[in-house]
């Protein structure tokens, strides 16, 4: 400990006669360990605290855990608790119940419940970061009701993946905003269900439950881990399948849930060297049946807005265009030993 001024001023024996020095430096080291009221701890193997800049730098083996299962490492932290900050950098692991962020540079505001996710190289070039969401048993799709079928040019089970299995994503940067419950993912995004596979130039979840690391909170308040409830991607999206098959277009719009899928736009769908466009791509994955359609507005333009977001169609509605090739399509079916309904099929309008 430093301090400045008398820990003892002169002619005084008894120190609590005296005001006494000012407090200005604490280290610690092997181990340390700081706990809050609401039971929030932090351990590191060496600590720097500034008392009067209400600040502490934490080196090696940083271990911060919230109750009852959210947990963050790291190599260094800082915490600033004037402005309310809090600074990891290193190998960063973020975990709560089976959720799992990764990278080297996350910053959380506590007083905004923002945090923002990083992982710059040493040579300056943006590394990657990821996340795992493991979606709960209870937020499987239950059976839905039989609706009328969409019209248009339908497909096999290509798109067909488990409801169950857990999202991955990675990214350049992540931007979580606690409150909004909104977490946006920017950089050459690349998600994937099972087989299903996304990738985008911007990605945006929205979740229900917790991801920030809002030490603030008591244990009354503190949230479950977070459960996705809708993914939004936009700019160059593409899906594609187990078996090759690929769709791109402008937008696309997922509903875990329901596992269900819609891609829009200026949608393309490729099997080999058959080709099929339109504006609208619905996707079922609970079966993997797809359907491609035009919709266009009344003056002609696609079906999209300019920010990537699906608008309603209110002209005329248009059969999509397609290019096969017999020969592959039947040596395709072949190889799958499929049903004539598992190969592209049209379905005519009303």
Do not use: C
Not at 151 to 174: M, N, Y
């Amino acid at each position: 400990m430093t301090y400045e001024g008398s820990a003892t001023p002169q002619g005084e024996s008894d120190p609590n006669t005296s005001a006494g020095g000012k407090l200005k430096r604490i280290m610690a080291k092997n181990p340390v360990s700081m706990t809050q009221a609401n039971g929030d701890t932090v351990t590191s193997r060496g600590a720097d605290f500034d008392p009067v800049a209400q600040r502490a730098v934490l080196d090696g083996d940083v271990v911060m855990t919230q109750a009852p299962d959210k947990r963050a490492t790291a190599d260094r932290a800082e915490i600033d608790q004037a402005l309310k900050t809090i600074v990891l950098t290193g190998d960063v692991v973020v975990a709560q119940a089976e959720n799992v962020i990764k990278g080297r540079r996350l910053v959380f505001n506590q007083l905004t419940s923002k945090m923002q996710l990083t992982s710059p190289a040493a040579t300056g070039a943006a590394g990657r970061i990821s996340a795992l969401f493991h979606q709960s048993k209870s937020s499987a799709p239950a059976a839905k009701p039989q609706k009328p079928r969409e019209q248009g040019i339908a497909f096999g089970a290509s798109f067909k993946t488990d409801p169950g299995a857990p999202v991955q994503v990675e990214a350049t940067r992540l931007d979580v905003d606690d409150t909004a419950k909104q977490a946006v993912f920017t950089g050459d995004v690349r998600a994937v269900q099972g087989d299903f596979v996304i990738r985008a130039a911007e990605l945006t979840a929205a979740y229900t439950g917790s991801a920030g690391l809002n030490g603030a909170d008591t244990a009354a308040t503190k949230q479950a881990a977070a459960q996705l409830s809708r993914i939004k991607a936009k700019t160059k999206v593409q899906i594609t399948s187990k078996d090759g098959q690929s769709a791109t277009g402008d937008w696309a719009d997922f509903d875990p849930k329901a596992n269900t899928a819609t891609l829009g736009g200026d949608v393309v769908l490729t099997q080999g060297k058959n080709v099929v466009r339109g504006t609208k791509l619905v996707i079922d994955m609970n079966t993997g049946e797809t359907v491609i359609k035009n919709e266009a507005l009344a003056d002609g333009r696609p079906n999209v807005s300019a920010d990537g977001t699906a608008t309603a169609a209110t002209g005329v509605s248009s059969r999509p265009s397609a290019v096969f090739y017999p020969g592959e399509m039947k040596a395709n079916s072949d190889k799958k030993k499929s049903k004539a309904t598992d190969g592209w099929q049209a379905r005519p309008n009303p």
